[in-house]
């Protein structure tokens, strides 16, 4: 049976990025982004959803999410989902989430721009040499470490 994980989503940062290092080095920002969906009901009214979604990123492109990017500024992450599973250590309960691990981060916007979207996109956060590695496989450090050492 085939399988197909993949997610691209384009919103604006919740907060500032939280960039931390795992023991062996690899940095980690965890971000927050919020998708909004404007439509009009069958009355005419118009109505918005907001979406927040938790994302993970991963080595270089970690770094310069950390650095560059601050709560209200639009970005698009193109990832795959997943479902993080802990139990509860006050209740005891079985829990979980699902977030995004991102595989490609663009900053849209201007660098002045502030939370606006307007002007062209900035250049990728991460860009990939086409003779460093074959499509599919990440570069080495943007992917998630091997090991659960993550610091938070």
């Known amino acids: 049976m085939a399988s197909f994980n993949k997610v691209i989503l384009i919103g604006n940062l919740t907060r500032d990025p939280e960039l931390r290092y795992t023991p062996k080095g690899t940095a980690i920002a965890k971000i927050g982004i919020a998708v909004n969906r404007v439509w009009t009901n069958e009355s005419g009214e118009k109505k918005e959803e907001v979406t927040f979604i938790d994302v993970d990123v991963f080595g270089r492109t970690a770094e310069n999410v950390g650095q560059y990017m601050r ?20 209740t005891g309960q079985k829990r979980s989430k699902l977030g995004v691990v991102a ?13 606006e979207g307007g002007g062209a996109p900035a250049p990728a956060a991460r860009q990939r040499p086409a003779a460093a590695a074959p499509a599919g496989e990440p570069l080495e ?7 659960d050492d993550v610091p938070f």
Not at 71 to 90: A, F
Not at 141 to 147: H, K, N, R, T
């Open 71 to 90: 709560k209200g500024r639009p970005i698009m992450i193109e990832g795959r989902l997943r479902l993080d599973q802990w139990d509860d250590k006050q």
């Open 103 to 115: 595989e490609t981060v663009q900053f849209l916007g201007s660098a002045q721009g502030g939370g």
């Open 141 to 147: 450090g943007d992917a998630p470490p091997e090991s």
